[in-house]
């Protein structure tokens, strides 16, 4: 549980410090107005939903596992669920730091294309 917690903590801060970075890297570096740079989010908005539409499909199999173990679910009866989201949160954090930071490296190069670029690549 310990570790969790701890892992947790990692991926609220790192969410929390990309709402903090968001607007001063396209607004300030790159001069986006604030509701062009403010689109930026949708990303982390949409990643979420598809978040919460996966555990509700896996839900049914949690259900399952509980009812298989007397309404006491293991707690390793969650991990697939963690699992594809720690896979999936690394591939979304990592996939594009140098074309946000660099404008002159980026593709493609208007900015409604960027309004999931963020947390989908």
């Not at 403010?38 to 598809?50: D, K, N, P, Q, T």
Request: charged share 15%.
């Amino acid at each position: 549980m310990f570790l969790l917690s701890i892992y947790m903590a990692i991926i609220y801060g790192t969410l929390y410090m990309l709402f903090a970075a968001f607007p001063i890297v396209y607004q300030e570096n790159r001069g986006w107005s604030p509701g062009v740079g403010g689109l930026a989010f949708l990303g982390i908005a949409v990643g979420m939903m598809m978040a919460v539409a996966y555990a509700i499909f896996d839900n049914k199999r949690y259900a399952r596992v509980s009812d298989e173990n007397k309404g006491f679910a293991p707690p390793e009866a969650r991990l697939p669920l963690c699992m594809v989201g720690s896979v999936l949160f690394r591939l979304a954090c990592s996939g594009s730091p140098g074309r946000i930071i660099r404008p002159s490296t980026s593709w493609p190069r208007s900015p409604l294309a960027y309004h999931l670029e963020p947390a989908l690549c």
